[in-house]
Each structure stands twice: as C-alpha cells, then as structure tokens.
C-alpha cells in the first residue's frame, strides 16, 4: 500500500512539473541567443547593479552574453508600440551603463521585448549624452531641493512614472485632459 502511494505522489509530482516546471526560466520571445548571465525579471533576491560614475543603479531584467559581448534586454507586457517608446531607448540607455561598469564593456545594442515584437536598438553616444545630462540635472535639483519646471506633453505624461505630478496629461478616448 505504501508503495502504491509513493508511485500516486511521485507521478504526481512528475505532472505538477511539466505543467509548471518547466515554465520557470523559460526565455521570453524574441529573446536573442546567448547565455543570460543575469536575471533581475521578477526575481526579488536579484542583485542590485551600480554604475557608480553615473550615481546609477537598476536591475536590468536580463543581461544576455554573446560572444564577448554583455547585451541589456528589457521586457515590456504592454501593447506593442509601433516606434519604439523614447523612454524604453532611454531606460536601455540606462541599463547599458550598468551592464558598463559591471562586465567593462559597453553594450553596442540591446533588445526591448514586446509580447509580439522586440526592438534591437543600438546604444547610440548622443543618448548616453541625453541620459547623462538628464541625471545631472536630477541630481542638482535634489541636491538644491529645486524642482525644474515639469512640460506637461499628451505623449510623455501618460507614461510618466511621476504619478503624482499636478501637470500629469490624462488621455481619453483619444482626446487629451489635463
Ligand atoms: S507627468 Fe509631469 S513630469 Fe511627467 S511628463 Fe507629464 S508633466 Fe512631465
């Protein structure tokens, strides 16, 4: 009888697995080839990454080597964008910093993954330029505790991370409301 069961549990388990299982690790589609080095997607104990000359850090949500090259991927579960988002260039732009100071070597290009589409984006200077400068003024305006002047913008602000900005520009039904 005992044996009985431990087949039932085992059999169970053996189920539970292919059913589950082997969905966890499983690559996103579009995905590039290569060995994923690092995995901060939905993983909570994921390791913080820095780019200390940048006052940066982040958790790219994979890190994908090629050859000897270290490329930053990002997933989006959103509808997919017909160009690619400024702000997904710019969060790239980002993660390739990182990827920088922690494989010593910036990454010519990285992926953003849509559920139907990725984007392979080339990490371009002028969007290192725009990011840094971006940060600079961050840092300023915290350091000075004054905030810059907020451009309210019917395309940036519906996707703005700064919810609670009193310029935020609502759309609706395709019309725009402040
Ligand atoms: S929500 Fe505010 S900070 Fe964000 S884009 Fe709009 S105006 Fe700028």
């Known amino acids: 009888m005992a044996g009985y069961v431990f087949l039932v549990l085992a059999a169970a388990c053996v189920l539970l ?8 690790g499983r690559r996103p589609a579009g995905m590039p080839d290569g060995e994923v080095v690092y995995c901060g997607h939905r ?17 790219p949500d994979y890190i994908v080597k090629q050859g000897d090259e270290f490329t930053p991927v990002e997933v989006k579960s959103g509808p997919r964008p017909k160009k690619l988002y400024r702000s997904d260039r710019m969060q790239l732009t980002a993660q390739a910093l990182l990827v920088e100071a922690e494989f010593g070597k910036r990454p010519a290009r990285g992926y953003v993954l849509y559920p139907d589409r990725a984007f392979d984006v080339a990490i371009r200077p002028k969007d290192i330029d725009r990011l840094t400068e971006a940060l600079q003024i961050m840092r300023k305006a915290r350091e000075t505790k004054r905030i810059p002047d907020a451009y309210p913008s019917w395309f940036l602000c519906p996707t703005c991370p700064n919810v609670r900005c009193p310029k935020r520009v609502k759309r609706t039904r395709g019309k725009t409301d402040r």
Do not use: I, M, T
């Open 17 to 24: 697995w292919l059913l589950f299982g082997r969905g966890f």
């Open 43 to 59: 993983e909570p104990g994921s390791r913080l990454l820095h780019a200390p000359n940048h006052h940066l850090a982040g958790k």
